[in-house]
């Protein structure tokens, strides 16, 4: 879960006295806040096992804390795994901390996109498409997931890893059609309204790769919608070709 509070001495005190009141074991989390900020942000992966409370229970009682700002439980659980849903950045003394920053993506794709174009793109689809394959190979014989629990797992583990964060807008899975969006999708923001065609190739590919071998099926996505053209999202059709 992710909690909103007052950055101040005694903060976390109250909210880890909260949790343990009702049993439930803390078993990992971050803390993300500045010097001198009136608020912060703690990450919370939580243990409910030995507690009656329910999650929303647990949301509204924090959320009475005179420390607590905010709270919302953000787990998406598939079957016997649950994936940290929460998207975040760090920051520290006003610098946000990062591997490898959007911009240095972007004159990477840049590069690509310019000196080898159609080629470019086709090599970041059929890695992409090699790698959702894989991905959802692993998904399947590792957790036994399958169709919309393999996809969302998929979608969920690169949500938490910052790649993008997802909403389904269509999934029929007797026409097998399916549409995506993607929001603040890495392969794309750094070209925001700065193209005049669609640049997600190497997320392309992974849905295709993904959608495919989840319903053991020849499906292809297509770009509808870019951020590089200047829209809100990157949407994406899912679906038999032709």
Do not use: Q
């Not at 990062?98 to 794709?109: A, H, K």
């Amino acid at each position: 879960m992710v909690i909103k509070g007052k950055n101040a001495p005694g903060v976390l005190a109250k909210i880890a006295s909260k949790i343990a009141e009702h049993g439930i074991n803390i078993l990992s989390g971050l803390i993300t806040a500045e010097p001198g900020a009136e608020t912060g942000v703690l990450v919370l992966f939580l243990d409910l096992t030995g507690s009656k409370l329910s999650t929303e229970k647990l949301v509204e009682e924090l959320k009475s804390l005179d420390v607590v700002i905010d709270a919302k439980i953000t787990a998406k659980r598939f079957k016997d795994i649950t994936i940290d849903g929460t998207s975040y950045e760090t920051f520290f003394l006003g610098k946000r901390i990062v591997m490898l920053d959007v911009n240095d993506v972007g004159t990477m794709l840049s590069w690509l996109d310019e000196t080898f174009g159609t080629g470019g793109h086709a090599i970041l689809f059929e890695m992409g498409e090699a790698a959702g394959k894989a991905a959802a190979e692993r998904l399947r014989k590792i957790y036994g997931l399958e169709g919309r629990d393999l996809v969302e797992t998929f979608l969920a583990l690169h949500t938490a890893a910052g790649w993008f964060d997802y909403e389904i807008v269509e999934y029929d899975e007797e026409a097998l059609k399916f549409v995506i969006r993607l929001f603040g999708n890495f392969e794309c923001v750094s070209f925001a309204d700065r193209r005049k065609k669609p640049m997600s190739h190497l997320v392309r590919g992974a849905l295709t790769g993904v959608f495919s071998e989840a319903y053991r099926a020849n499906l292809r996505a297509t770009e509808v919608k870019c951020v590089a053209e200047g829209d809100t999202c990157c949407e994406f059709v899912i679906e038999p070709p032709g």
